[in-house]
């Protein structure tokens, strides 16, 4: 709903209103109980995604600048379309051309923003992809690799750590 038709109508504002979906509330309830493990390492792996986008220099800067592009067109459509219904039917035809490119402009920068992005995860899909084959490949010349993070720790600390966990527990 547009703004003026809220005025106009005197109804609330669109974004404060409230919509709950009842018939969803019992998602969680549906999911299989096997599954879980498998939504839990997909929900990591995401979460890896995400952390690893902002690493990328100017992500976010470019970002901000697509949406001010797409808002500044979507504004300019919005006046052009009142200018167009408020003049002559004779002029009014260049108008709304016009208001059609500004909303073209909006939904090429929209677009290219969520390219972007798409393309950023492809590039850490193939890179993780390179890195599994590489660790695969180290494995069956018999070299060690490191799968994931740790620390080393020497028998001393390990056993202080296993007895001040079995203290705290009693």
Known sequence: MTKKLEELFDLPDSQEIDVTLEENTNIV?????????????????VD????????????E????EMDDIASLAQDTFKDLMDLGMNVEA???????NNASRMLDTALSAKSA????????????LKK????????????????????????????????????GRNTEQK
């Open 90 to 96: 004779r002029f009014s035809g260049e108008i709304f």
């Open 61 to 64: 800067t470019s970002d901000k």
């Open 113 to 124: 923003k969520i390219n972007k992005k798409l393309r950023m995860v492809d590039l850490q």
């Open 48 to 59: 890896k995604i995400d952390a690893a986008l902002p690493s990328v220099r100017d992500l």
């Open 29 to 45: 309830e549906s999911v299989d109980k096997d599954s879980i493990p498998q939504l839990q390492t997909a929900l990591t792996n």
């Open 128 to 163: 993780a992809t390179l890195d599994a084959r590489l660790a695969r490949e180290a494995h069956a010349r018999g070299e060690d690799t490191e799968d994931g993070d740790g620390q080393t720790v020497d028998r001393n600390q390990l056993l202080m750590e296993i007895l």
